[in-house]
């Protein structure tokens, strides 16, 4: 799509990353207003209307061409909350070596030893474990801590305002260990989380221990990394105040995966999705599902069978587009959860009608097939669904050595000058 004046409903959804549906219901609300085409009377959005979004830009910011950067150093990251390792194999695939990953939850422990034997996994609640052995030797630290807010009255926060808070922990240890960069991984509600007050309070905390935050934060939509799913992760940046070289986050690229490239033999993977255990849904939501078409959701069901189905949900408002969802193959899978046959997040196969096997889970998360997990089905599950997609780490993680790269080719003229002035003498 090229830049223009003028954008229909659906190149304005498209390129936003909304339903048309919520769009017309935003230009009613007059949240985003569109003008009337002349002839036709359809709606249309002004070009100045949509450039006050971030995904505006992003959008026409896509790439073909690879964001890999060869690393002309040694890096390497401590992770903590790292679950089943999403982010970790993303990073290692980028080419930034795991000196070591901290996690609570016992069937991640189990899954990250049983692939990478060599990792060093630090099994443990991170507030009863300190990190100072790291100190000056890494060049990362990452983390996804959860949205927990801040109890102030007004006042700009330090690192002890946020004690008894998970992000509590993720500064205490990037003060420990004084990376060159952190990186904070959280669901894109952290933007409005208590009015923003939560998210300001993380900025302000990390100004205090040293670092600087790279303005604006951004939320890196999964499609626009080669992922076949409508997953958003917002991504917060910061810099050790005594580095002057700049971050970039990674470029989106033009290409977006659906669900048959998931789980498909084609670009993504060279082969089939392998066989593997999965959730079953009761009979009497199968009866509902099956007359579900690919794509489709609770509208599209019989109107006595919607009531009954959706019971008081019918009666609210909303789209509830998640519910009696059945997925096409010609389209991104929508945002995995925990769990995949819950009622309000519905996910079912766009032929059988089941929900996702878990190796199909791993596949829509960009997991190498041979990553195995551990503990019960359901715990399966949980790890993936929690997961950030593997393709997004490694997209993250060439942006990362391409920062770590300009520091270091930033101080050799440094180090030659010095040498220069010191040979007049």
Not at 50 to 71: G, M, Q, T, W
Request: hydrophobic share 35%; charged share 30%.
């Amino acid at each position: 799509m090229v830049i223009k004046e003028f954008y229909s409903v659906s190149e304005a959804a498209e390129i936003l990353g909304k339903n048309p549906e919520t769009l017309r219901r935003w230009d009613n609300d007059g949240k985003l207003q569109a003008v009337r085409e002349p002839m036709s009377n359809y709606r249309v959005y002004k070009k100045e209307n949509l450039e006050i979004f971030p995904e505006f830009k992003s959008y026409f910011e896509r790439i073909d061409e690879s964001n890999y950067v060869e690393p002309i150093n040694n890096y390497s990251v401590l992770e903590l909350f790292a679950g089943a390792g999403g982010l970790a194999i993303g990073m290692e695939e980028a080419g930034i070596k795991c000196k070591a990953l901290n996690e609570i939850d016992k069937w991640a422990c189990q899954t990250l030893r049983k692939n990478r034997p060599n990792w060093n996994v630090l099994e443990g609640d991170i507030r009863e474990m300190d990190f100072y052995e790291f100190k000056d030797n890494i060049d990362v630290v990452t983390g996804g801590f959860p949205c927990q807010a801040f109890s102030y009255a007004g006042k700009k926060l330090g690192l002890e305002d946020a004690r008894g808070t998970l992000f509590y922990e993720f500064a205490r240890v990037v003060k420990e260990t004084k990376p060159k960069i952190c990186i904070g991984e959280n669901v894109r509600g952290l933007l409005s989380h208590d009015n923003g007050k939560t998210l300001e309070g993380m900025i302000s905390i990390l100004d205090e221990i040293g670092y600087n935050v790279v303005s604006p934060v951004r939320v890196l939509k999964a499609i626009n990394y080669n992922v076949p799913q409508k997953r958003e992760r917002l991504i917060l940046v910061a810099i050790r105040k005594d580095i002057n070289t700049e971050y970039e986050y990674p470029k989106p690229y033009s290409e977006i995966y659906n669900l048959k490239d998931a789980l498909k033999k084609g670009k993504l993977f060279d082969s089939n999705v392998p066989k593997s255990k999965g959730a079953k849904y009761p009979q009497h939501k199968m009866d509902v599902l099956d007359l579900v078409p690919p794509k489709g959701y609770w509208r599209d069901l019989p109107l006595d069978i919607q009531k009954e189905y959706m019971q008081k949900s019918f009666f609210l408002g909303g789209g509830k587009t998640g519910m009696a969802r059945r997925i096409g193959w010609d389209e991104p899978c929508l945002t995995l959860t925990c769990s995949p046959a819950q009622k309000q997040t519905e996910r079912c196969h766009p032929e059988e009608t089941r929900p996702f096997t878990v190796r199909e889970y791993a596949r829509i998360q960009t997991f190498p097939d041979e990553w195995k997990f551990e503990g019960s089905v359901s715990q399966q599950y949980k790890q993936i669904g929690n997961a950030v997609p593997v393709n997004l780490a490694k997209e993250i993680g060439y942006s990362i050595i391409k920062f770590l790269n300009n520091i270091q080719l930033n101080e050799k003229p440094k180090i030659n000058d010095e040498i220069e002035v010191i040979s007049t003498f």
